[in-house]
């Protein structure tokens, strides 16, 4: 007796909220911003931009060309950063182990994925890196700061 209680409950509450809503356009001066459009998709996508083009509009950036090429790390560790076409190909060397990466582009950094967690390489002064290994270079880019970055002989 009470399930059946319950499912017509559930049913009665079911067609008053259907029975709530309208299909009406709303009136002029009644829309709230964040609104859909009339003809819009009801959901809502933003179109990515190009993973290679600065969202301030224009040609990739400049910096990201410095990037690329061979870095030296702390110890024997390196990294080798490539391109081609548009997407930027990773490799790390560390503790006698290799390690490869894809990379995008966003802004001045490349995004890459390393043990499912997302990280940004960008460049940096010897100081941002928060490292003191780095003997004098004045170029570098660092991952991790305080752990892992890298400089251009």
Same mark, same amino acid.
């Given at each position: 007796?009470r399930r059946s209680?319950?499912?017509?409950?559930?049913a009665?509450?079911?067609?008053?909220?259907?029975?709530?809503?309208?299909?009406?356009?709303?009136?002029?001066?009644?829309?709230?911003?964040?609104a859909p459009k009339p003809?819009?998709?009801?959901?809502?996508?933003v179109?990515?931009?190009?993973?290679?083009?600065?969202?301030?509009?224009g040609?990739?950036? /400049?910096?990201?060309g410095e990037?690329?090429?061979? !870095?030296? =790390?702390?110890?024997?560790?390196? %990294?080798? &950063? @490539?391109?081609?076409d548009?997407?930027y190909?990773?490799e790390?060397?560390?503790?006698?182990?290799t390690?490869?990466f894809?990379?995008v582009?966003?802004?001045?950094?490349?995004?890459?994925?390393?043990?499912?967690?997302?990280?940004?390489?960008?460049? /940096?002064?010897p100081?941002?890196t928060g490292?003191k !290994?780095? =003997?004098g270079?004045?170029?570098? %880019?660092? &991952? @991790?700061k305080?752990?892992?970055?890298?400089?251009?002989?």
């Amino acid at each position: 007796m009470r399930r059946s209680i319950l499912t017509l409950s559930f049913a009665a509450t079911a067609a008053f909220l259907s029975a709530c809503q309208t299909s009406e356009a709303p009136k002029a001066g009644n829309t709230p911003a964040n609104a859909p459009k009339p003809g819009a998709s009801a959901s809502p996508s933003v179109p990515a931009a190009s993973p290679t083009m600065d969202p301030k509009g224009g040609a990739p950036s /400049a910096k990201l060309g410095e990037l690329e090429g061979q !870095w030296t =790390g702390q110890g024997d560790s390196s %990294i080798m &950063i @490539t391109k081609k076409d548009s997407k930027y190909f990773i490799e790390i060397k560390k503790a006698g182990k290799t390690e490869k990466f894809e990379g995008v582009a966003q802004d001045d950094t490349i995004l890459m994925k390393r043990n499912d967690k997302a990280e940004i390489i960008k460049a /940096a002064t010897p100081e941002e890196t928060g490292l003191k !290994w780095s =003997g004098g270079e004045k170029t570098c %880019i660092v &991952i @991790t700061k305080g752990s892992e970055a890298y400089c251009k002989k």
